[in-house]
């Protein structure tokens, strides 16, 4: 091993194994399985944000409701409790993303995102979730000239359909907010994300669910889902639900409805947490607004600073398991950790000499546009919401708004939008999967490689509306 390889590999060697996260001492003790039968008004499969947000609002649309929730092991144990913690407004994958898949009604979701980034953050407040939420923004910096140029391009294009709250920084102004050399400008969203403690969220969540009359199982997978006289019954290891409406927020678990598996392919993140900065190490750094920050490279990274002052720095790596299965020794990625720690001191060789005191990794539903989709199913007694594609900690509040519509036959402005009523196209059968999926990897690394081109296989997802993201 190179030293330099050898110096990288020491800043991991008191690296826990384990969600950082999800180690905190606040962490709530699970809850009693569901043992025999249950009755309610309606059931919600899956206990991360998907499911807990969707439980919450139905009790708060209508608190005589009897809502039922089982989880396959604890509340935020997944997805909801190993992310980065960006908390963002977007339900499009960002900008760029929305005007190429829905031009005509971008202004409406950006709307939506916004007021429903507002909607999250009034929960906290109104339910006193501690869960270390900021509205610090979030800045997409460039480290290659070519990204640069994409910056400025959607500046323009944002400032041209009147969407503010984006600045433009050069590579003085986005050092003087964080100091790397690597950094050539950026561009700053102000109001559109919100930094938190993702673990405390879910955690805050399933409280507050249970402070407002939900029945929540843990330890409790939903293993088989059908049609029974005018409801809908969910089997479990140890019992069933009966319900009138059924809820699903599985996400990157397999349905239980069976044609939608086909529209999401699991991928998996990896990311790892510094140990606190000392105050000389941190004003090397500056942070002091504490944004969030992504780099703007096709295999990009995204990195944030904690309440207590660590980093977090993830990315880059996006792993599909052969045959799409979510797969427990899938959560560690020693060859993914390393090549993250040589990129973290890249970024900041100002730390030199920090270590890292957690690694891991964790399941990410994704689909072919980037962004949720939802649907029914039995008649409309069943809707589900899946493929949030890295964004889930906002969206996925939005995501529960559209299956309670859906689920009350209502039309609203969400279930009239155009991205609600489409899907996106599945992914194909083993082994064109694997095989179009890791040609795709190949070449977005080629054109971060070269200046942004994109190749002719990128270009042809692009005509046809596909792509791969985490």
């Given at each position: 091993m190179a030293p330099a390889a050898m110096t990288f590999a020491g800043s991991l060697a008191d690296a826990r194994p384990a969600p950082f996260w999800l180690e905190d001492p606040g962490k709530p003790d699970p809850l009693p399985a569901l043992a025999g039968d249950e009755r309610c008004d309606l059931l919600v499969v899956g206990g991360g944000y998907s499911g807990l947000w969707t439980a919450l609002l139905a009790k708060e649309r209508d608190p005589g409701r009897e809502v039922v929730l089982i989880e396959g092991r604890e509340a935020g144990w997944a997805a909801s409790g190993r992310n980065g913690g960006f908390c963002a407004a977007?339900?499009?994958?960002?900008?760029?993303?929305?005007?190429?898949?829905?031009?005509?009604?971008?202004?409406?979701?950006?709307?939506?995102?916004?007021?429903?980034?507002?909607?999250?953050?009034?929960?906290?407040?109104?339910?006193?979730?501690?869960?270390?939420?900021?509205?610090?923004?979030?800045?997409?910096?460039?480290?290659?000239?070519?990204?640069?140029?994409?910056?400025?391009?959607?500046?323009?294009?944002?400032?041209?359909?009147?969407f503010t709250g984006l600045d433009l920084l050069d590579a003085e102004a986005v050092r003087a907010e964080v100091d790397s050399p690597t950094f050539l400008g950026g561009l700053w969203d102000r109001k559109g994300v919100a930094m938190l403690h993702p673990a405390k969220l879910a955690w805050g969540l399933k409280q507050t669910c249970l402070d407002l009359g939900v029945r929540i199982y843990e330890n409790t997978p939903g293993l088989r889902l059908a049609a029974s006289g005018p409801g809908i019954v969910v089997r479990t290891p140890y019992g069933?639900?009966?319900?009138?409406?059924?809820?699903?927020?599985?996400?990157?678990?397999?349905?239980?409805?069976r044609r939608v598996r086909a529209y999401t392919v699991p991928v998996y993140d990896y990311a790892l947490m510094t140990e606190p900065l000392s105050a000389a190490q941190l004003a090397s750094?500056?942070?002091?607004?504490?944004?969030?920050?992504?780099?703007?490279?096709?295999?990009?990274?995204?990195?944030?600073?904690?309440?207590?002052?660590?980093?977090?720095?993830?990315?880059?790596?996006?792993?599909?398991?052969?045959?799409?299965?979510?797969?427990?020794?899938?959560?560690?990625?020693?060859?993914?950790?390393?090549?993250?720690?040589?990129?973290?001191?890249?970024?900041?060789?100002?730390?030199?000499?920090?270590?890292?005191?957690?690694?891991?990794?964790?399941?990410?539903?994704?689909?072919?546009?980037?962004?949720?989709?939802?649907?029914?199913?039995?008649?409309?007694?069943?809707?589900?919401?899946?493929?949030?594609?890295?964004?889930?900690?906002?969206?996925?509040?939005?995501?529960?708004?559209?299956?309670?519509?859906?689920?009350?036959?209502?039309?609203?402005?969400?279930?009239?939008?155009?991205?609600?009523?489409?899907?996106?196209?599945?992914?194909?059968?083993?082994?064109?999967?694997?095989?179009?999926?890791?040609?795709?990897?190949?070449?977005?690394?080629?054109?971060?490689?070269?200046?942004?081109?994109?190749?002719?296989?990128?270009?042809?997802?692009?005509?046809?509306?596909?792509?791969?993201?985490?």
């Open positions: 977007s339900l499009t994958h960002g900008l760029g993303n929305g005007l190429a898949r829905w031009p005509d009604e971008l202004a409406k979701l950006e709307d939506l995102g916004a007021r429903n980034l507002d909607a999250i953050e009034a929960a906290v407040a109104r339910y006193g979730i501690d869960c270390d939420f900021e509205r610090t923004g979030e800045i997409d910096v460039a480290t290659e000239p070519h990204q640069l140029a994409e910056l400025h391009e959607m500046h323009e294009k944002a400032t041209r359909l009147g069933r639900v009966l319900a009138h409406r059924v809820a699903l927020g599985t996400n990157v678990f397999p349905s239980l409805i750094v500056g942070w002091k607004r504490r944004q969030g920050l992504g780099d703007s490279a096709n295999q990009f990274h995204y990195f944030r600073i904690t309440a207590d002052n660590r980093i977090l720095w993830g990315g880059y790596d996006a792993v599909y398991p052969f045959g799409g299965k979510v797969r427990a020794e899938m959560d560690h990625r020693p060859e993914t950790y390393l090549k993250l720690a040589s990129h973290f001191f890249r970024c900041f060789p100002q730390l030199e000499g920090l270590r890292f005191s957690h690694a891991w990794g964790g399941a990410i539903d994704t689909c072919t546009r980037f962004s949720a989709f939802f649907g029914t199913a039995h008649g409309g007694r069943v809707a589900y919401a899946a493929g949030f594609t890295g964004l889930g900690v906002g969206a996925t509040r939005f995501g529960a708004d559209v299956m309670l519509d859906l689920l009350s036959g209502e039309r609203t402005e969400r279930t009239e939008l155009e991205m609600v009523r489409s899907k996106p196209l599945p992914f194909p059968p083993e082994p064109v999967a694997w095989a179009g999926i890791g040609l795709t990897k190949w070449a977005l690394a080629k054109a971060d490689a070269n200046g942004g081109r994109r190749n002719l296989w990128l270009r042809t997802m692009d005509r046809f509306g596909l792509g791969f993201d985490s």
